[in-house]
């Protein structure tokens, strides 16, 4: 039968073409229900907008510059559906996404006019002789009481929605704006707050350390020598120029050359112990965040204190956190008056505990300020705790 071998040919054809079929509709229909499962059309819409939004967003977390406003326009003209998008600031064009390109500049015509008068335009003749960008609408970009850019879509024909929309994406970009502000105060905030504590305490510290110095140039002038090096390691630490972070090594680092000072003057009245567990050597923390609490506990636990003083400085692994104690058993705090000095109504008094207690709200927020457990008498213990997971600042030089 010479029409066999054919026929199971044909028949075997016939069967992978169907097991095909199946395949490729029930991975089709898998799709289909994942898409689906994103819920109604207006939900799927939304999260659609909101998606654009983000990846928008994340190219303005510098404010209105040209690089970050290229990429934040080609999500945000996808977003209005128009054919063409352009974002301005109050000195001209950062950007242009879409069709005709040559059409760069009269953008800035347009946006000129909205920068005056701070209302959002229709233009209907934007360019009279390209259909798709004949039509425009602008809307302000506001930052506080500022008009600060513009954003000016073209479509072929500028309809109600578009107008609204336009306007809306405006006012998000504003809001992009005044985060991008307030991130930049809060770094100079931090930059501030750093250039006070350095200036509180180098007077005292320098006064003192000197001193100490002098004190063994005759006796021992080795040990001179040696207090000299110590010294410029501290200094050059705390007064470098650059980075609001570091890392605990680093500030230990900065507190034994700071406890190798002090010691030339309190000799085996002071004695210090640490517990540091190596795995949180290399977490960030802000810059000069522990030093001054050494110094608090050394400046106000000891130097009032009879006899020989005691300071405890651990660090540890604390799950997502890392946990860092500094503890005396000097004279300690009248609760009342810690209050105060963090309230800042006692500058002169505990230099740096209020520093460092507002640097760590800033910079993690209000339940990671300072936590210290003092009495007259009973020493004072601080506790501070850090996230781990945080974004990776620039460490300085």
């Not at 809060?186 to 320098?206: D, G």
């Not at 190798?260 to 004695?271: N, S």
């Not at 009032?304 to 660090?315: P, Y």
């Not at 956190?321 to 800042?344: C, K, N, Q, Y």
Request: proline share 4%; glycine share 10%; aromatic share 6%.
């Amino acid at each position: 039968m010479p029409e066999s071998p054919l026929l199971a040919v044909v028949v075997i054809g016939v069967v992978v073409i169907t097991l095909t079929i199946a395949v490729v509709g029930a991975v089709g229909f898998k799709l289909l229900r994942s898409w689906r499962e994103l819920g109604t059309d207006a939900e799927q819409a939304t999260y659609t907008t909101l998606h654009s939004a983000s990846l928008a967003g994340k190219h303005l977390r510098n404010g209105l510059e040209p690089a970050g406003a290229a990429k934040a326009g080609r999500h945000l003209r996808g977003l209005l559906g128009c054919e063409a998008l352009a974002i301005t600031d109050v000195s001209g064009l950062l950007s242009w996404d879409g069709a005709g390109d040559e059409h760069r500049g009269g953008a800035i015509d347009l946006a000129g006019k909205v920068l005056s008068t701070g209302r959002t335009q229709v233009f209907r003749e934007a360019v009279p002789h390209d259909t798709k960008l004949k039509e425009a609408v602008a809307a302000p970009i506001r930052s506080g009481s500022h008009i600060v850019g513009s954003v000016v879509a073209y479509a072929p024909r500028v309809k109600p929605g578009l107008v609204r929309a336009t306007g809306e994406v405006a006012d998000w970009v504003a809001a992009q704006v005044e985060l991008a502000e307030l991130q930049s105060s809060r770094t100079l905030l931090m930059e501030a707050e750093v250039r006070a504590l350095r200036a509180q305490i180098s007077p005292h510290f320098i006064y003192n350390s000197l001193n100490a110095i002098a004190s063994f140039i005759n006796t021992d002038p080795a040990k001179a020598r040696d207090l000299v090096l110590e010294f410029a390691d501290f200094t050059r630490y705390s007064f470098r120029r650059h980075g609001d972070f570091t890392t605990v090594a680093e500030e230990l680092g900065c507190i034994e050359h700071y406890l190798k000072l002090e010691r030339a003057r309190f000799g085996d009245r002071l004695q210090v112990t640490l517990a540091i567990a190596p795995e949180v050597l290399s977490t960030v923390i802000p810059f000069l965040s522990l030093q001054p609490l050494v110094e608090n506990a050394v400046r106000h636990g000891l130097d009032e204190k009879e006899g020989v003083g005691r300071i405890a400085i651990t660090a540890q692994d604390a799950g997502s956190f890392v946990t860092v104690t500094i503890e005396d058993d000097g004279v300690g705090i009248e609760p009342e008056h810690l209050r105060s000095v963090l309230a800042g109504h006692s500058d002169r008094d505990h230099v740096g505990l209020r520093n460092v207690d507002s640097r760590l709200r800033q910079v993690y927020g209000d339940d990671h300020g300072l936590v210290i457990d003092t009495a007259p008498g009973a020493g004072t213990l601080i506790t501070l705790r850090v996230p781990k997971s945080q974004p990776r600042p620039d460490l300085g030089s």
